[in-house]
């Protein structure tokens, strides 16, 4: 592959106010190849709306404009709705950390999984999908997959459903995971075995991961590169290795202040199901 895999120039998202339209992302601007790039940065600097923007996926009347946004060559800005669905989950998937799209409560978990594989029209007979789905679940190191197959949503603990969702992920072979506070809701203990798992899926892949995050110790552990950004700007950007050479006053704030959040979290933050299904 030549070029970079994804080349966001000037990316703004604006949503109107009684005042007139207010940016809250304002020229973000990044490239990256097959690598892990984290996006850092407090509450409300527009992290998942840059994530969003990239799979179009805010909707009006929020307005996103961008000089450029290159996906392995491709432009996506002015691309059809049916081009970019094709995009969305078979190329580039996200989990989002908005808890409103969670897994579909009365469907099997080997049912949805199967569906995140042939929602985009790959064809397969039923004992080939469910081998695909078993072979899933183990990647995503589910014990007993047979079992947890036939089980709905509610019968699984939280880290149990993101493994779930993890393997729905990744099972078309995306080229890119955009990954919103993927474990926001777990406890640290299985934040970390979530993480790795992400990770290692991604190295043996050799997919790109972009990683949004408040926290920038998880974010500088888990990624090549790192942007922080605050008030929807890009306010640095520096190889995770040198992160102890943060040099922005905003960067070194977030340096100092970077307790392990572990205080109870309500939700679940669950795969956007419109990533495979459009909008
Ligand atoms: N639909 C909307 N209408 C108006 N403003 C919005 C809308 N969605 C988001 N915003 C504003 O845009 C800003 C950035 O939001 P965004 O969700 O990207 O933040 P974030 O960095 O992901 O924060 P968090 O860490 O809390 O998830 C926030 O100030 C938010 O209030
Ligand atoms: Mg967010």
Same mark, same amino acid.
């Given at each position: 592959m030549s070029g970079p895999l994804l080349k966001v120039d000037n990316l703004r998202v604006s949503f109107p106010s009684p005042d007139g339209p207010t940016e809250v992302v304002k020229g973000v601007s990044f490239a990256m190849g097959r690598e892990r790039l984290g996006i850092v940065g407090e509450s409300g600097s527009g992290k998942s709306l840059t994530g969003r923007a990239i799979l179009r996926l805010i909707r009006p009347p929020g307005r996103v404009t961008a000089d450029r946004i290159a996906f392995d060559g491709t432009?996506?800005?002015? =691309? *059809?709705g049916r081009k970019m669905r094709a995009i969305r989950g078979a190329r580039i998937s996200m989990v989002m950390?908005?808890?409103?799209? *969670? &897994? @579909?409560? $009365?469907?099997?978990m080997g049912d949805q999984i199967a569906e995140a594989l042939t929602v %985009?029209?790959?064809?397969?007979s039923r004992a080939k999908l469910r081998s695909r789905v078993l072979e899933m679940l183990e990647k995503v190191r589910i014990n007993d997959p047979e079992r947890v197959m036939q089980?709905?949503? %509610?019968? $699984?603990s939280g880290g149990m459903g993101q493994r779930v969702m993890i393997a729905m992920m990744l099972i078309p072979e995306p080229d890119l995971l955009i990954a919103d506070e993927?474990? *926001? /809701? =777990?406890?640290v203990s299985v934040e970390a075995q979530v993480m790795d798992l992400i990770n290692d899926l991604i190295v043996q892949n050799g997919m790109g991961l972009i990683l949004i995050s408040h926290d920038l110790d998880l974010v500088a552990r888990y990624c090549d590169h790192v942007l922080v950004m605050n008030a929807g700007e890009v306010v640095e950007s520096f190889d995770a290795v040198n992160? /102890? /050479? /943060?040099?922005h006053p905003y960067t070194k704030g977030l340096l100092a202040a970077a307790?392990?959040? @572990?205080?109870?979290?309500?939700? &679940?933050?669950?795969?956007?199901r419109s990533a495979w299904e459009g909008t």
């Open positions: 432009e996506l800005t002015g =691309l *059809s950390q908005d808890p409103k799209f *969670s &897994l @579909n409560p $009365v469907m099997t %985009h029209g790959a064809r397969m089980m709905y949503p %509610h019968e $699984v993927p474990t *926001s /809701a =777990l406890d992160m /102890a /050479a /943060a040099q307790p392990r959040m @572990n205080e109870t979290r309500e939700f &679940l933050p669950v795969l956007d």
